[in-house]
Every structure is written in C-alpha cells, then in structure tokens.
C-alpha cells in the first residue's frame, strides 16, 4: 500500500538542551494517518503534519472507550544509526488488543513499513543525548457519528512521535510501591491484557491515593481473592525470592510485557531459575520477614527496567533497601545496551530503521 506525504512548510525548532527534555510534552512536525470504513478495509496511509484531528461529537471512542494504543522507543547508536527494540513484538500486541475491542486488524507488516518511513521522515528529532530516545505512540479511535453500544464502522489509526529525557536523571533509583487492596483494575475475561483507554483510566483513583502517601506507582491484586500480585501501573514485576526469579503468570488480566517478555530470555539464558506463577502479596511478606525478598523490580518500555525498594501494603512496610540490586543492574545494562546498540544483540531483537 502506498504511503502518501504532505510535508510541512514551517517546521518546529527542535528541542536545544536534550538534558531537559521531559515525557510527551513535545511533539515532533509530522504523525502518520490511516482511515478504516466497513466495506472497504483500512486505506490510504498518510504522514501529514502534526495537527488537531477532527472528530464528531457522537464519535464512538468518545462515549465507548472503544480505543487501543502501544508504546515503543526508537533510540540512537554511538554511531548515529537509529534502532528499534522488538517493533514486531508491539505490532503483534496491538492486533491483540485490537481483536479485543472488536476493532479490525491492521496488516503488521504494513505498521511497521509505515513506522520507519514516518521515523525517516522525522530522524533528526531522534536525540542524541545519553539515556534520551524518541518515544512513539501508536494508537486507534472508533469514529462513528453515532451513538450505540456496538463495535464501530469508521476508526483511525496514527502514530505520533516524542522526544523523550532519560527516565532515570538521578540515577536508577528505586521506587516505592504502593500495594492496593480496595480498588480493582482488571480482572480475568476483561480488558486486563488490551492496552486500552479504560484500563488507565480505573486506575486514577488508586494512583491518586498512592500519590497522597508518598508513593510513586500502584500494585494491583488480582480482582477476586484481592491476594494475589499482577503488576504495576506501566510495569510487570519481578521478585527475587532466594535463588527463584518470580513474576506473575499471564494469567488473563495482566498486560503481556514486551520487556517483561524479554528479561525472561536473559534471565533464563544467564541460568536463573525464572518461575511464571501465581504470587501472593503474603507470600512476598513472609519471605520478606525471613530475609529470602532480595530484590524486586519492575518492567516496561518507559523505564526499561525500575529498581523497587520499597512496598506498602496495608500496615505492612517491606523495606528493600535504597540501592539498586546486582541483578536489576545486570538487567538494565543489557536491555539498555542492546536497544541503544553498546552490545551484541544475541537474539537479533534490534530493527535497524537508518542513520
């Protein structure tokens, strides 16, 4: 399919000092466009310049929520050659999602064709500086002017770019955890494993309390028992449980991480013991009591991988320490050397886009 441009007449200045670049505030000149209409499938693909969309009052993701999104890096090398983490991985997901949302697939090899012909056209907003990268955002919206409770029949897709700051400017320090026990974000048979709108939306009233308490992000519990560990906001998790590496098994209401998914391999290819299983919230307390809780952290695109030193549940305070762990080091340093090209790519998981 033929990819169409109108390119600006009056590009931005690009951000001077990379060190103060902070997270989707800034955008660069030109997103990418695709339209969707029942009968005649998804059709003319367009990098245009970054604009307001115009959409219907009665537009369906308006009143339905009926969206989905992804979340990728592009990053640029020591050699200035700028690369792609597993692009193929967020594509899959994101037909994943779209089945979910009853929203019509989208040819991946056509998303990701679309994608580096956008990121050619807006290379030079790649930054440069260390631990900077240019965030992409992915995403679909139902459009039908109608109202009615039913999958739509005009949707959108765009990608928009942003040059994102290094998540970690003092350092990789670990965050604190607050653990919620009252309030649910998904659970088994519901939405849990989409990226959609609503999910991050349920999760506002339980951040909004962590916030209050001094913590910085939300670990939810399953939605039944309210015992057993999920993830965080935008990460999986992982604990370090005497010589056991655990994380929560997908069990149907937990995103399927694309990090989460690739410190597995290394773990597993480094000879630790990963186990993918159900964690309660009282089982990391015991062991925690009895010294075995080691580590823990979490995972995902925005901050690759996070130290967690600290969880709140309840009355109970698990204190794991204010320095990163070896373990999580090793972790950061490898995904963050493979994505901006330091070390060998073993797995072949970096997509060359151009220099």
């Known amino acids: 399919m033929e990819i169409r441009m109108e390119l600006t007449e009056t590009p931005k200045a690009k951000p001077t000092d990379e060190s103060q670049l902070g997270f989707g505030s800034v955008f660069t000149d030109h997103m990418l ?78 998303l990701l064709d ?22 992409i955002r992915p995403f679909v919206i139902a459009v039908d002017n ?9 949707y959108l897709y765009m990608v928009i770019l942003s040059p994102s700051g290094a998540y970690y400017k003092q350092g990789l320090n670990p965050v604190k955890i607050y653990v919620e026990g009252a309030y649910v974000r998904a659970a088994r048979g519901g939405t849990g494993t989409a990226k959609t709108g609503g999910n991050y939306a349920a999760s506002l009233k339980a951040q909004d309390e962590a916030n209050r308490q001094g913590y910085s992000q939300v670990l939810w519990l399953d939605g039944i028992e309210r015992r057993y560990i999920e993830e965080v906001g935008a990460m999986n998790v992982f604990f370090v449980v005497g010589d056991e590496v655990i994380t929560p098994a997908l069990n149907g209401s937990i995103l399927p991480g694309i990090t989460r998914k690739s410190a597995i391999q290394l773990l597993e290819g480094w000879g630790y013991k990963v186990s993918q299983r159900k964690v309660s919230i009282d089982e990391l307390a015991e062991a925690h009591g009895k010294g075995l809780l080691k580590e823990a952290f979490g995972t995902g695109t925005a901050a690759v991988v996070s130290p967690i030193g600290e969880l709140k549940f309840g009355d109970t305070i698990m204190d794991l320490g204010g320095t990163i762990g070896p373990l999580t080091q090793r972790l950061y340093d490898n995904l963050t050397g493979i994505q901006y090209g330091r070390l060998e790519d073993p797995y072949n998981w970096s997509v060359e886009v151009c220099k």
């Open 33 to 110: 466009v695709m339209n969707y209409a029942k009968g005649k499938g998804w059709y003319d693909p367009r990098i245009v310049p970054y604009a307001p969309i115009p959409i219907w009052p009665a537009a369906s993701v308006l009143h339905y929520s009926q969206t989905v999104f992804e979340g990728l890096k592009a990053y640029r090398d020591e050699d200035g050659r700028i690369l792609l983490f597993r692009p193929e991985e967020n594509f899959r997901r994101l037909n994943e999602s779209n089945r979910r949302l009853c929203i019509p697939e989208i040819d991946e090899t056509l």
């Open 146 to 154: 109608i109202l009615g409770v039913h999958p739509a029949h005009e």
């Open 114 to 135: 679309s994608l580096k012909k956008l990121l050619e056209v807006e290379k030079d907003w790649v930054p440069r500086a260390a631990g900077t990268s240019l965030y």
